[in-house]
Structures are given as structure tokens and as C-alpha cells.
């Protein structure tokens, strides 16, 4: 399996993006799928997550702010984010939840004040 991150960027503090993240190897629809993060000089953490079903969560950090989809027709796997802030910059990724596939080179987000 292999993922691919996409669509992070340059913005400033209190907008959005929209990251894509998409699948190709196995059957997406077996698997609850999560975004991670890496901040530099942090260990990488759990963003969201969606389940099979389509149920989500969102760490706190985020809640209200970040939202998960999936599109299992598509392989691909989405993060709306909005509103965004400093401490939002990092390294975004998806996989599995839990992650058991190998990283995908991830999408870098950078929150501009």
C-alpha cells in the first residue's frame, strides 16, 4: 500500500486548507484511516481519525476546528481545516488507524502570523 499526502501549504493563522490523502494497494475501505502530525523537534501525534463507517475524532487540539472525511469510491482520505493557528504548523500525514503502513512522505503545513 502506499499513500501520498497532498495540498499543504503557506497560509496565514485563521484560514483554511484542505488536505487530501490518497491510497493505492489495498482495499481503503477495510481500514479506519487517521491524519497524523510532526511538528519539528516533536514526536509524530494523532490528528484525527475515521472509521470505516465514516465516525470520527478529532484530538483536542483540533476539535472544532479540523474535520475527517473519507471517500472510499475515491481511496482518499480528507482533512478540512480551518481556522488555522501557529501550532498547527507540522508535517501531515495519513495511514491506517493504527498505523501499520509505511509513512507516505507527508505534506508540509505552515501557519503564518
Do not use: H
Request: hydrophobic fraction near 40%; proline fraction near 2%; include cysteine.
Amino acid at each position: 500500500v502506499q499513500l501520498q499526502a497532498f495540498w499543504g501549504g503557506l497560509v496565514q493563522a485563521g484560514c483554511s486548507l484542505r488536505l487530501s490523502c490518497a491510497a493505492s494497494g489495498r482495499t481503503f475501505s477495510n481500514y479506519a484511516m487517521g491524519w497524523f502530525r510532526q511538528a519539528p523537534g516533536k514526536e509524530r501525534e494523532l490528528v484525527a481519525t475515521a472509521t470505516t463507517t465514516g465516525s470520527t475524532y478529532s484530538v483536542d487540539s483540533v476539535k472544532g476546528r479540523f474535520t475527517i472525511s473519507r471517500d472510499n469510491a475515491k481511496n482518499t482520505v480528507y482533512l478540512q481545516m480551518n481556522n488555522l493557528k501557529l501550532e498547527d504548523t507540522a508535517v501531515y500525514f495519513c495511514n491506517a488507524f493504527p498505523a501499520f503502513i509505511s509513512w507516505g512522505q507527508g505534506t508540509q503545513l505552515t501557519v503564518s502570523s
